[in-house]
């Protein structure tokens, strides 16, 4: 059954008192487990930062939120759970964007843009197909740094303190112990939506029945002869697959999964998998994720077998490392003023209050293994949802502002989109499409002390071209 919990029904399945704070540590899970009792914790902490805009995570649509918002003269901290930027794409060795452009207009214009020219310019490997990581992860702290955004890593969301739709403050957890933030307008760019959640907001979680798109821990391999790989590679979809069913005859694999994204070239022997599901991975349950890792670890072992054993060119492929973040695609859409629909997708949409384009194929893989749930991934990924060249749907500022809150807006993969529309808009240049918008309205939200739903649309949709946004409705 679809989930469609708000935080008050959440405490009240809890068993938990209602109060006027939120805490990510209770929250974290929409299913609860059985507990060994209860305990008071509290304290005071230090406000370390006050500022006009705060950003909860650092991935693609942090990192252009935060940009954008300081561009137009807000005050900005931005808090980064792990060790860089870029979430999914650097942590997580996501090793492609997937399309900027609709094959003639260049979509994530302004920020997505300078970050795709600079990365271009940084990465020694750009003759390459793969993502440059470390050179992305260079990119991100210099346009960061150089834009005058506070930020952190290290620094974790734990609680919201949340009252009548309006966040007063957040709390954060980080090596120098507990801090509190204080802001104006806060930015949800976590993946998870756990900072609108925490301070009330509704969501919708996986299909009509709660099953989530599976994640996959990422990798990266050496000792490839990509040329032969090259020479020999068969034709189609799907070529690092095209052995699987001898594989499976031959007892290789312990889940038989026929969808094989497959391995993308990161360097001269190098190349970076996006190869493996870890599925039933619930990605706002620690316990569910521990699991998927250590699925995900021991899986590597049998692609390893794979690709050494049937593919040409991969006879020598050795396994350097898997990513520090497990690749997740779905978690919670926050429920906004409005959800984009497959409806909206179908009919190219566009909207008054647009404030961005996209064009990527709806792509939900699979929730379970098999060759029939496959062919239907095949087919609407390849036929029945993908656009024409120069095709696009527009993308209202109403899927950032969650209902029933006055300064925080939602960005990246927890905008308010049923399941179809959040299986295109959830890749990187649409992460930064939404990040971009949300850091502009939030600026302009706290500049001028209004709610989030009141932005003026109009001035919002001016400043975002003179950032170098695409609205050519607007």
């Not at 240049?429 to 939200?445: E, F, H, S």
């Amino acid at each position: 059954m679809k989930q469609h919990l708000n935080r008050r029904t959440w405490l009240k399945l809890s068993g938990l008192a209602t109060g006027a704070w939120s805490t990510g540590a209770l929250a974290a899970s929409e299913a609860p487990r059985a507990t060994e009792g209860s305990v008071a914790f509290q304290r005071s902490i230090p406000v370390k930062h006050t500022v006009d805009v705060f950003v909860a995570g650092g991935g693609p649509a942090g990192v252009a939120a935060a940009v954008a918002a300081r561009s137009y003269g807000a005050e900005v901290f931005l808090a980064e759970a792990h060790t860089c930027l870029g979430g999914m794409g650097t942590a997580g060795r996501v090793p492609v964007f997937m399309p900027f452009t609709d094959g003639i207009h260049f979509l994530a214009g302004g920020i997505g843009e300078r970050i795709f020219a600079r990365l271009k310019a940084e990465s020694p490997h750009k003759r390459y197909g793969g993502t440059d990581i470390e050179a992305l992860k260079r990119v991100y702290d210099a346009l960061l740094t150089e834009s005058g955004v506070q930020f952190s890593f290290y620094t974790q969301l734990i609680a919201v303190e949340a009252a009548g739709g309006r966040v007063a403050h957040v709390i954060c957890a980080a090596p120098g112990g507990l801090f509190a933030v204080r802001a104006k307008v806060f930015i949800d760019a976590t993946g998870n939506g756990d900072l609108a959640t925490w301070a009330g907001a509704s969501f919708e979680k996986g299909d009509a029945q709660g099953h989530l798109m599976p994640g996959t821990l990422c990798s990266v391999w050496s000792e490839i002869d990509w040329d032969l790989w090259y020479a020999n590679r068969p034709k189609g979809p799907q070529p690092d697959g095209s052995m699987l069913e001898k594989a499976f005859a031959d007892g290789v694999f312990t889940v038989q999964d026929e969808h094989l994204t497959g391995m993308y070239r990161s360097g001269e022997h190098l190349g970076s998998g996006n190869i493996g599901h870890t599925f039933d991975v619930d990605g706002n349950d620690e316990v569910s994720l521990t699991k998927a890792l250590v699925g995900g670890r021991k899986g590597l072992k049998e692609y390893e077998r794979y690709y050494r054993g049937y593919l040409k060119g991969f006879e020598k492929a050795q396994l350097v490392g898997s990513g520090s973040l497990l690749g997740i695609r779905e978690t919670r859409r926050i429920i906004g003023d409005y959800v984009l629909t497959l409806a909206d997708y179908k009919r190219r949409a566009s909207f008054p209050d647009e404030i961005g384009r996209y064009a990527y194929s709806i792509d939900i893989h699979p929730t379970r293994p098999g060759k029939d749930t496959y062919a239907q991934h095949r087919k609407e990924f390849d036929e029945e949802f993908r656009y024409k060249k120069g095709e696009s749907y527009g993308i209202p500022y109403r899927i950032l502002t969650p209902r029933g809150l006055e300064n925080v807006l939602v960005a990246g993969r927890c905008v308010s989109a049923d399941q179809h529309v959040h299986g295109s808009i959830r890749v990187m240049p649409g992460c930064y499409i939404t990040g971009q918008a949300a850091g502009v309205a939030a600026a302009l939200a706290a500049e001028k002390q209004i709610s989030t739903h009141r932005v003026d649309v109009a001035e919002l949709q001016r400043k975002l071209k003179l950032l170098g946004g695409y609205l050519p409705n607007a």
